[in-house]
């Protein structure tokens, strides 16, 4: 039941931070900060099967799912509403929590116009995304897939910055026009799913037997595959990205960058994988070498750029192809490394993004080449700006290294091409991570500057105290991934075993090419 | 004792989690002595704690020991454990950091007093120190690696510690992304161990390299790739160019970590892991290779220097060179004293050297000292040592380590080899900068800056400095703790033949250099201008100068070509496409409403015009 309660904490908390505009100015704000820590203190509901977790009790000890809920919803075509709760949403799930408190935060001064209107969407978004992390009937999935969608899109259209419109636009038909690629390889599924078995349903873990043929299956796959590679984001399906994380509110960003974007991975990680593993196994090369290019062609459209904002969305796109090819690699460290990015990741860049954000607040540019000296005038927020920025180029203890790190170690037998030129994606994190901080804190401040005429503040409590708490656990990650990688244990053992059935070479005895590329229809 | 050593690394860490965050809870700077006395006190206790383990562990016999703090990482058949493994290695590195390391951090606290980022200056150091510790205490690689990228960091953080001046921010991220570069090579080369053995711990991996049978390819693969990193970390050529910029940082940073710590690493590495490097003769060949000509080409260019740090930098790259030397000629404990008696003599150098700029008000143009003999004793007494040393002038400890490289550099050739003469050709070269180097600033004419010196040195740094001159020189009397370590090294199993040739002429060889620099200064030959118009002054010299023009060529093949296309590509040409697309269909658009004109003749002929079309259609079909 939990997982309900948490979205219809978050659909009521909208609807509620949206009338309580009228009472008080800040009404709103409260709201959507109690709705989200009532959430929050609903999931401590878990601790128990977190601390078994934790305390390394072994997978198959483990119910798969902590909490099942299923319940009729349109019996005639075998919709129902289930929802369910393992190791692996509870994670995000958390982190989507999280984050939005820290994202609620960050708009705190930013948002004047329509307070309440804008915590509605952004309460609704939340309530999507946790949808989208427990639904395990792919309608179900579906519906809160566009859930998110809607407001997002309002987000970005009404209280972004400059060029909101063409951004919020694109970031629409690029997300609705993959998504109905989804909808149809969903539809089709179902229907072949019919055709075999004669039972119609939308149910995730009755459709896992599907028995298609092959072609059948691949092409499906493929639906489902540039979907999520939209989402993740993947090059060359990536252009939205840039425009939606530069033009939205810092909380947009934060929301879009850290948690957003993770869904896409979710979905290849829960429904893909599982529903098509030899397809997504024959699929695997042309994915990893994806992953393999977004790093690279991501980290060096970072350097290239000068507006702050969209070093850090490009620097997205270089970091969610560690998760494509970790993923890919079809193997319990790989996908374990692709999880802790999506976590790690998650902290590191809503860190980066609420940064940009005050200092945007400040200065009213995200133009790096008027900025320069920072640190002189406010240590502290350099000093938290550096840990991000290291944390972003992957520095061994903290979390994005853990991540880094495996995804290369599991990945590299699997394809060696790819995570040797992932590997060198490891120079260009440091080159824009560091270029960042060149241009932004060191040398002098700038002219451009002086003319401003309230001197730049250092950060303020409001602004410092998330920050630092993602910081620690960043950290935390880093010294202990076992709080990651024990609670996503058995949704990455379960995978790689699906997926290694079908691979007939183990990860340490593989020898040469892929056997999968023979699949390919 | 021994179930302490994890608070070895603990202490400086927790002096730099006091130091960072008093940030947080404080407006105020916290006062400058309780940040020395937190900074330089952790690094003390650690030092401390590390000689009484040194002594329990050498009563017992040398006996290598393993503590787990706890299992880090432990998934889909990765293990690597946040565990320490000590022996006589270890214990040699463990020494050098936190004693010579204790040193620096107690002269740091006179040489930065009054700077704006005291504390900030300390807390770097002290996470340098724990992650350094870290570094040579790692039982597996994944930890090495650990603490291999965090003294890049803090390399990174000292080097840029001035931050007000932009050009020490862009010298600090050389720093980090060349050696960067050297790291990925070396992450790629624990994907192939991981691979191929199953498994990051060290002696797990040493003991099946070392075992008969093992694949030579992949031995010399990821040999190789591990010579990467430590070419990067370490400034051996090719990725050398970035420890003479490194100089920006404060003058005890380059002594701790750009010469007797954290450049040594890569040494350390090469070390650790010698049963892999052994198990295949080409990984061997390279590392000597690499070492002999870095120490050579480094050599000449530290000869034509005319900034005082410089002179150490290339200097240090030139002696870190004889260690990879030794190394790949299978000397393992001479390149490992060689690490040890460097580190006295040129943290000597560093600090002496620091001194003077002080001293001079960061004047650091050697050509503007001079007659500083009389003027600055205990600095200059430093300067004599140190030069002594790094000369290999007989009994110095330098000259220990260093004759014994050469000398088992002849044995492992059988004879004369063009990476031996390249070896003694250096010692003579190293005889000259050095005495040069203490010619021009403490001989001869006083110059412009000279003039205006006030000693500087305060009891908090001579008192360091006199404790390392007895180091450096004593230094060659120690005897290292490394026969069980390096099994298969001819100095530990008592194989060791002395060939008397070699001997002499390694012998010789600094003292010709010091011969040639005495001469040469006497004719006035390292004056300023001198020879500038000879063929050597006008083409060799600058290009020596300018570290024989690697920065150049990396910029010309490397550097613009990334920032050119980067800035060609900035906004992202993938997207044109989907621009494309909007004026495709925004052409059509325009075409599409072009037919809506609102006149009833236009709609009642295309109407027509329609009809036709389709009943002409279905006529013919």
């Keep these: 039941m939990i997982q309900i309660s948490i979205i219809s904490i978050l659909f009521a908390g909208g609807v509620l931070a949206w009338l309580s505009e009228q009472f008080r100015p800040d009404g709103s704000r409260w709201v959507s900060l109690a709705s989200i820590v009532a959430c929050l203190l609903l999931l401590m509901n878990f601790n128990g099967n977190v601390s078994a977790a934790l305390s390394g009790t072994s997978v198959a000890a483990q119910a798969q799912w902590w909490e099942l809920v299923s319940a009729e919803w349109i019996p005639r075509f075998g919709v129902n509403l289930i929802l369910g709760l393992d190791g692996l949403s509870y994670l995000l799930i958390l982190l989507t929590l999280l984050l939005g408190i820290a994202g609620v935060l960050a708009s705190w001064k930013e948002i004047h116009d329509r307070v309440g209107f804008f915590h509605f969407n952004y309460l609704w978004t939340l309530a999507g995304i946790v949808g989208v992390f427990t639904a395990l009937d792919l309608f179900l999935f579906f519906f809160f897939w566009e859930v998110m969608l809607i407001p997002m899109l309002f987000l970005i259209a009404i209280w972004g910055h400059g060029n909101r419109i063409y951004a919020a636009i694109k970031f629409f038909i690029f997300t609705q026009a993959s998504s109905l690629l989804m909808l149809f390889a969903i539809v089709a599924l179902v229907y072949f799913n019919y055709q075999n078995t004669g039972v119609v349903t939308f149910d995730y873990r009755q459709l896992l037997d599907h028995g298609l043929a092959p072609t059948t299956a691949f092409w499906l796959m493929l639906g489902f595959f540039i979907a999520f590679a939209v989402k993740l984001p993947a090059v060359p399906l990536h252009t939205w990205l840039p425009d939606a994380h530069t033009q939205a509110p810092t909380a947009g960003s934060i929301i879009l960058a850290a948690i957003l974007l993770k869904t896409g991975a979710y979905g290849l990680i829960r429904f893909m994988l599982p529903i098509f593993p030899e397809a997504s196994a024959a699929f695997a090369p042309v994915a990893m070498a994806i992953g393999a290019i977004s790093i690279l062609y991501g980290a060096k459209l970072a350097f290239a750029q000068s507006d702050m904002k969209r070093l850090v969305a490009y620097s997205s796109v270089s970091h969610m192809g560690f998760v494509l090819l970790g993923i890919f690699a079809l193997n319990t460290l790989a996908i374990q490394g692709a999880i802790m990015q999506m976590i790690a990741h998650g902290l590191s860049t809503a860190g980066l993004f609420a940064l940009v954000g005050m200092i945007q607040e400040r200065i009213h540019t995200r133009e790096m080449d008027r900025m320069g000296g920072l640190w002189i005038k406010a240590p502290r927020m350099a000093a938290i700006a550096l840990f991000f920025a290291v944390a972003s180029l992957g520095l061994p203890g903290l979390g994005n290294f853990i991540a880094e790190f495996t995804v290369l170690l599991g990945a590299f037998p699997t394809n060696r091409l790819a995570t040797v030129l992932a590997a060198i994606g490891l120079i260009g994190a440091a080159v824009y991570a560091l270029i960042m901080m060149q241009k932004v804190f060191f040398g002098k401040t700038r002219d451009q500057q002086a003319d401003e005429p309230q001197a730049f503040a250092d950060v303020t409590p409001r602004e410092s105290v998330p920050l630092l708490a993602m910081a620690l656990l960043l950290v935390a990650l880093g010294l202990l991934p076992k709080l990651v990688f024990n609670l996503s244990a058995p949704s990455a053992e379960t995978i790689a075993q699906a997926a290694q059935s079908v691979l007939p070479s183990s990860r340490l005895a593989d020898t040469g090419a892929t056997p999968a590329l023979r699949q390919w229809p | ?621």
Excluded at chain 2, 121 to 130: A, D, G, H, R, T
Excluded at chain 2, 287 to 313: M, N, P
Excluded at chain 2, 510 to 537: C, D, H, Q, V, Y
Aim: glycine share 10%; aromatic share 12%; net charge neutral.
């Design chain 2, 1 to 621: 004792m021994q179930d302490y050593i994890g608070w070895v690394p603990l202490l400086p860490f927790i002096g730099f989690v006091l130091l960072a965050g008093a940030a947080l809870f404080r407006k105020q700077e916290i006062p400058e002595t309780l940040s020395a006395i937190i900074g330089a006190g952790s690094v003390g206790l650690a030092a401390l704690l590390v000689a009484l383990i040194g002594r329990e562990f050498l009563a017992n016999g040398a006996e290598p020991f393993t503590v787990t703090a706890w299992q880090w990482i432990d998934t889909g058949g990765l293990q690597a454990g946040f565990s320490f493994y000590i022996d006589g290695l270890t214990l040699v590195m463990l020494g050098v950091i936190t004693g010579v390391g204790f040193l620096i951090h107690l002269y740091s606290a006179g040489y930065m007093r009054g700077d704006d980022g005291y504390r900030r200056y300390f807390s770097y150091l002290n996470l340098f120190v724990s992650a350094m510790l870290i570094l040579v205490m790692a039982d597996n690689l994944a930890l090495l690696y650990l603490g291999w990228e965090g003294v890049g960091l803090c390399s990174y953080l000292l080097i840029g510690f001035w931050y007000k001046d932009a050009a020490n921010g862009a010298a600090a991220r050389k720093a980090f992304i060349v050696t960067r570069v050297g790291d990925t090579a070396m992450a790629i080369g624990l994907c192939v161990l991981f691979m191929h053995f199953g498994t990051l711990d060290i002696q797990q991996i040493n003991g099946e390299a070392g075992a008969p049978g093992v694949d030579a390819g992949i031995a010399t693969l990821a040999a190789l790739l591990l010579l990467g990193g430590a070419v990067g970390k370490s400034a051996q050529m090719p990725l050398q160019t970035w420890l003479p910029d490194a100089m920006a940082g404060p003058t005890p940073v380059s002594a701790l970590i750009h010469a007797a710590t954290m450049v040594t690493a890569g040494v350390y590495l090469i070390a650790r892991t010698h049963p892999l490097f052994e198990a295949s003769e080409f990984a061997m060949m390279a590392v000597a290779t690499v070492g002999a000509l870095t120490l050579f080409i480094a050599g000449c260019s530290a000869l034509v220097q005319s900034d005082i740090k410089r002179i150490l930098a290339y200097s240090t790259i030139s002696q870190i060179g004889y260690m990879f030397f030794a190394l790949g000629v299978g000397a393992w404990s001479a390149g490992i004293f060689h690490l040890v008696t460097h580190a006295f003599f040129k943290a000597l150098l560093f600090l002496a050297a620091g001194s003077v700029i002080l001293s001079l008000h960061h004047e650091q143009d050697i050509f503007r000292m001079g007659g500083l003999r009389k003027k600055m004793p205990v600095t200059f007494l430093s300067f004599v040592i140190g030069c002594a040393c790094l000369a290999a002038l007989p009994f110095t400890s330098g000259f220990y380590s260093k004759d014994a490289i050469l000398l088992q550099a002849w044995n492992h050739f059988g004879g004369l080899h063009w990476l031996w003469l390249l070896g003694t050709l250096g010692a003579i070269v190293t005889g000259v900068y050095s005495f040069r180097l203490l010619l021009l600033v403490f001989f001869g004419k006083e110059g412009s800056a000279s003039k205006h010196c006030n000693d500087a040195n305060t009891a908090i740094m001579s008192g360091p400095l006199l404790v390392l001159c007895t180091l450096a020189l004593a230094g060659g009397l120690l005897t290292l703790p490394l026969a069980g370590v390096f099994t298969t090294d001819p100095a530990q199993t008592g194989q060791l033949v002395i060939n008397h040739t070699a001997e002499i002429i390694a012998i010789a060889a600094p003292l010709i250099g010091l011969a040639i620099a005495l001469f040469a200064f006497r004719k006035g030959w390292f004056a300023e201008n001198a020879g500038s118009k000879t063929w050597f002054g006008k083409q060799l010299a600058p290009w020596w100068r300018n570290g024989w023009g690697f920065d150049a060529a990396y910029d010309a093949l490397l550097v613009r070509p990334f920032t050119g296309l980067a800035g060609l590509n900035k906004s992202d040409i993938v997207d044109s496409f989907y621009k494309f697309t909007i004026q495709v269909s925004q052409v059509l658009h325009r075409q599409l409403s072009a037919t809506q004109t609102g006149q009833l003749r236009w709609y009642a002929m295309t109407m027509v015009a329609g009809s036709i079309f389709i009943l002409a259609l279905v006529a013919l079909l």
